[in-house]
Protein backbone atom coordinates (compact mmCIF):
# COMPACT_ATOMS: atom_id res chain seq x y z
CA UNK A 1 0.00 0.00 0.00
CA UNK A 2 1.14 3.61 -0.87
CA UNK A 3 0.13 6.56 1.32
CA UNK A 4 0.72 9.83 -0.43
CA UNK A 5 1.71 12.78 1.59
CA UNK A 6 1.82 16.87 1.18
CA UNK A 7 5.50 17.85 1.60
CA UNK A 8 4.49 19.13 4.37
CA UNK A 9 3.15 16.32 5.79
CA UNK A 10 6.12 14.54 5.31
CA UNK A 11 7.96 17.10 6.79
CA UNK A 12 6.07 17.25 10.24
CA UNK A 13 6.03 13.12 10.56
CA UNK A 14 10.27 13.43 9.55
CA UNK A 15 10.07 15.72 12.64
CA UNK A 16 8.32 13.81 14.84
CA UNK A 17 10.04 10.34 14.15
CA UNK A 18 13.14 8.99 15.42
CA UNK A 19 15.46 5.72 16.28
CA UNK A 20 12.36 4.13 17.99
CA UNK A 21 9.50 5.68 16.18
CA UNK A 22 9.94 5.24 12.33
CA UNK A 23 7.15 7.53 10.20
CA UNK A 24 5.17 4.26 9.42
CA UNK A 25 4.31 3.71 13.16
CA UNK A 26 3.68 7.53 13.96
CA UNK A 27 0.87 6.99 10.80
CA UNK A 28 -0.64 3.81 12.62
CA UNK A 29 -0.63 5.85 16.20
CA UNK A 30 -2.81 8.77 14.14
CA UNK A 31 -5.03 6.25 12.51
CA UNK A 32 -5.55 4.24 16.18
CA UNK A 33 -6.23 7.59 17.63
CA UNK A 34 -8.95 8.28 15.12
CA UNK A 35 -10.51 4.83 14.86
CA UNK A 36 -10.54 5.84 19.31
CA UNK A 37 -12.68 8.47 18.50
CA UNK A 38 -10.95 11.13 19.82
CA UNK A 39 -13.12 13.79 20.43
CA UNK A 40 -10.67 17.08 20.18
CA UNK A 41 -7.62 17.84 18.02
CA UNK A 42 -4.62 17.25 19.68
CA UNK A 43 -0.76 17.65 18.88
CA UNK A 44 2.35 15.12 19.69
CA UNK A 45 4.37 15.73 22.23
CA UNK A 46 7.69 17.76 21.34
CA UNK A 47 10.70 15.60 21.27
CA UNK A 48 13.67 16.98 23.29
CA UNK A 49 16.65 17.78 21.35
CA UNK A 50 19.14 14.68 21.69
CA UNK A 51 22.91 14.74 21.74
CA UNK A 52 24.47 15.42 17.86
CA UNK A 53 21.44 17.11 17.09
CA UNK A 54 21.82 20.42 18.66
CA UNK A 55 22.66 21.78 22.00
CA UNK A 56 19.93 20.74 24.80
CA UNK A 57 19.76 23.37 27.96
CA UNK A 58 17.38 21.99 30.84
CA UNK A 59 15.65 25.39 30.38
CA UNK A 60 14.27 23.83 26.72
CA UNK A 61 14.19 20.03 28.13
CA UNK A 62 11.59 21.41 31.29
CA UNK A 63 9.59 23.42 28.30
CA UNK A 64 9.58 20.66 26.13
CA UNK A 65 7.44 18.40 29.21
CA UNK A 66 5.47 21.34 30.17
CA UNK A 67 3.79 20.60 26.27
CA UNK A 68 3.43 17.16 26.86
CA UNK A 69 0.06 17.89 27.72
CA UNK A 70 -2.38 15.26 25.65
CA UNK A 71 -5.84 14.17 26.25
CA UNK A 72 -5.20 10.89 27.91
CA UNK A 73 -2.95 12.52 30.36
CA UNK A 74 -5.76 15.13 31.46
CA UNK A 75 -7.91 12.43 31.83
CA UNK A 76 -7.19 10.26 34.74
CA UNK A 77 -8.81 8.15 37.31
CA UNK A 78 -8.21 8.47 41.06
CA UNK A 79 -7.21 5.52 42.86
CA UNK A 80 -9.87 5.05 44.66
CA UNK A 81 -12.03 4.73 41.38
CA UNK A 82 -9.39 2.05 39.62
CA UNK A 83 -11.41 -0.73 40.13
CA UNK A 84 -14.15 0.78 37.80
CA UNK A 85 -12.04 2.31 34.72
CA UNK A 86 -13.33 -0.48 32.73
CA UNK A 87 -16.38 1.29 32.74
CA UNK A 88 -15.49 4.85 32.85
CA UNK A 89 -13.62 4.69 29.92
CA UNK A 90 -16.27 2.91 27.22
CA UNK A 91 -19.12 5.41 29.39
CA UNK A 92 -17.06 8.34 28.52
CA UNK A 93 -16.75 7.90 24.92
CA UNK A 94 -20.45 7.25 24.34
CA UNK A 95 -21.67 9.50 26.93
CA UNK A 96 -23.89 12.47 25.09
CA UNK A 97 -23.12 16.10 25.95
CA UNK A 98 -19.92 17.55 25.73
CA UNK A 99 -16.68 16.16 26.94
CA UNK A 100 -14.35 18.81 28.84
CA UNK A 101 -11.65 18.21 31.35
CA UNK A 102 -14.13 20.20 34.18
CA UNK A 103 -16.85 17.55 32.45
CA UNK A 104 -14.01 15.15 33.24
CA UNK A 105 -13.77 16.09 37.02
CA UNK A 106 -16.84 16.30 37.62
CA UNK A 107 -17.48 12.84 36.97
CA UNK A 108 -14.68 11.60 39.19
CA UNK A 109 -16.13 13.91 42.32
CA UNK A 110 -19.61 12.34 41.55
CA UNK A 111 -18.29 8.79 41.35
CA UNK A 112 -16.03 9.31 44.35
CA UNK A 113 -19.12 10.82 46.42
CA UNK A 114 -21.39 7.68 45.59
CA UNK A 115 -18.96 5.16 46.08
CA UNK A 116 -17.95 7.04 49.86
CA UNK A 117 -21.79 6.78 50.15
CA UNK A 118 -23.16 3.62 48.72
CA UNK A 119 -20.04 1.41 47.79
CA UNK A 120 -18.55 -0.10 44.47
CA UNK A 121 -21.95 -1.97 43.84
CA UNK A 122 -23.93 0.86 43.15
CA UNK A 123 -21.18 2.94 41.63
CA UNK A 124 -21.01 0.25 38.89
CA UNK A 125 -24.53 -0.03 38.67
CA UNK A 126 -24.43 3.41 37.69
CA UNK A 127 -21.69 3.23 35.47
CA UNK A 128 -23.43 0.48 33.41
CA UNK A 129 -26.76 2.45 33.07
CA UNK A 130 -25.69 4.99 32.04
CA UNK A 131 -23.43 3.42 29.32
CA UNK A 132 -26.26 1.50 28.03
CA UNK A 133 -28.64 4.53 27.93
CA UNK A 134 -26.01 7.25 26.77
CA UNK A 135 -26.68 9.30 29.90
CA UNK A 136 -24.88 13.07 29.82
CA UNK A 137 -23.34 12.61 33.13
CA UNK A 138 -23.60 10.43 36.90
CA UNK A 139 -24.63 12.82 39.75
CA UNK A 140 -24.80 11.75 43.88
CA UNK A 141 -28.14 13.61 43.65
CA UNK A 142 -29.87 12.34 40.46
CA UNK A 143 -29.13 8.70 41.93
CA UNK A 144 -30.34 9.58 45.55
CA UNK A 145 -33.25 11.27 43.70
CA UNK A 146 -33.78 8.69 40.73
CA UNK A 147 -31.96 5.48 41.54
CA UNK A 148 -32.75 4.38 45.18
CA UNK A 149 -35.37 1.63 44.65
CA UNK A 150 -35.74 2.01 48.52
CA UNK A 151 -39.45 0.94 49.54
CA UNK A 152 -41.27 4.11 50.79
CA UNK A 153 -44.20 3.83 53.58
CA UNK A 154 -46.92 5.69 52.16
CA UNK A 155 -48.71 8.83 53.99
CA UNK A 156 -50.51 7.40 56.66
CA UNK A 157 -47.33 4.69 57.29
CA UNK A 158 -49.36 1.95 56.04
CA UNK A 159 -47.17 -0.10 53.76
CA UNK A 160 -50.06 -1.29 51.23
CA UNK A 161 -47.35 -3.61 49.74
CA UNK A 162 -47.65 -6.34 52.20
CA UNK A 163 -51.08 -6.69 51.68
CA UNK A 164 -50.72 -7.97 48.39
CA UNK A 165 -49.23 -11.04 50.04
CA UNK A 166 -52.48 -12.04 52.38
CA UNK A 167 -54.62 -14.36 50.89
CA UNK A 168 -58.50 -14.39 51.49
Known sequence: MQLVISSAQRAWLESQSDGLRNMSAIVRDLIDSARLGVDRPFTLAERPAAEGRGASTSNSSSTSTKKRTTKSSSLEVPPSLLAHQDLIQPFWKTKQGSKSDAGWKLLMTELGKIQEKYGDRVVREQLELAA?????????????????????????????????????
Open 132 to 168: AHRWKGISLRNYEQYGINAQKPTQSGFNWDAIQHIQL
